[in-house]
């Protein structure tokens, strides 16, 4: 991997209230000028919405938020208090799986979408056809860790991108051969672009211009086969 | 929060080779332009490796690493074959305790900085003190996380950043309160940086331009003190 010239985050403003059937691809070449071997960050919200993958809750009923989570639940980690970290049927390791209640209708709560990586391929699909031009797609959402407070940007879905780029075999500075650097490069895109999105501001939507293009690839890769660590895999599972 | 503009991801290339007693702001002012509220971020090897804090290794000998990652730790989380995932001295939990490598002169380890905070306090003031701008700084470094496979570049040390940005009391784009909404910033800024960084090409100081000010801060902030999740509070340790 040579160095990347300079790095571009673009935030996209001017996308209307997005809902159920909303043409995400269409939307997003309708509000910016992409170009070939950029990436585009969408956060889950509005993918969730675009897909109505969203429910009724009752806000005065907190149980009703409850029942969600637990059903998109698989393996429950942790408890504290009102807090769940559970791995989703999806796979992901995240607090109350996902289910979210910030950012949408007074009412309802945001699930994570079915399938991010299909929801990925299918923004980009949409604005090849649109646009003719072939970029990546991230589908992010917001995350805590274990260790370090506060939350970070992270990928759920991705198309076009290779979501960890393998460098074992290749050499440092120094011409010795990196032992285990295989970076979440996707993971750092989706970080990169929170910092133009803000949490309370509405930009759903980011483009990344200037990466790597080794970062970039057309063969199927995606954030479920390739970033999430097998549970066998897993020291804290 | 407001929406940020566009924000610019800059390499900083053309450094020297790093040594002990190593003038970083003196060489960082020296191979770019700095701008107020530009947020300087410096990788933890080449910060290491000007304060010294580089050990001989015996590359034959594997024992001669493992006894400077016992000895960095306070506390082991997790063995499993030659990985050690422990809490180091400084309260970071990570790989081998930090001590790294790669990217160094054969038959040589580095260890983390005694004080990282301290070491982006140093880097700020001396960049001030000779360019007359003030910057935020980050020193960064890689580290793997449970659940996801591949590193990710987060933050270890910072001066004139906020670590956590706290969003707790502001309202998301429908109006409600957002709960619990401390966005860990600076990992999210060390991220980005890698993105221009690489592993294998010796660019080592990346410079991020056009952050939302809300980022920058002027009171004392460290990452130990505002990012580091107490024992106490972690689920997970």
Known sequence: M????ELRIIP???????????????????????????????????VSKAEGAVEPVDPSDPLSHKVIVER?????????????????????????????????????????PE????SARRIRDGIRARSGVTVGVVVSD???RPWRRGVTDVAIGSAGVRPVLDLRGTNDAYGR?????????VDEIAA??????????????????????AVLCDEPASVRDD???????????
Do not use: Y
């Open 2 to 5: 040579t160095a990347a010239p």
């Open 12 to 46: 996209v403003t001017g996308l209307p209230e997005i809902t159920r059937g909303a043409d995400l691809a269409g939307l997003i070449c309708g509000a910016t000028e992409l170009l070939d071997g950029d990436v585009v960050v969408v956060t889950q919200k509005v």
């Open 192 to 213: 990169a672009a929170e910092l133009v999105m803000g949490k309370a501001t509405g930009v759903p939507v980011a483009v990344v211009r200037g990466l790597d293009p």
């Open 72 to 112: 998109e639940s698989v393996r429950v980690l942790r408890r504290r208090g009102e807090l769940v970290i559970s791995e989703t049927r999806h796979g992901f390791v995240c607090a109350n799986a996902g289910v979210d209640l910030s950012n949408v209708q007074a009412g309802t709560a945001a699930l994570l």
């Open 142 to 144: 917001t995350f805590g």
């Open 115 to 118: 399938d991010s990586d299909r």
């Open 177 to 185: 051969e990196l032992a285990v650097t295989e970076v979440a490069v």
């Open 227 to 237: 970033l999430l660590r097998p549970a066998a895999d897993d020291l804290f599972r």
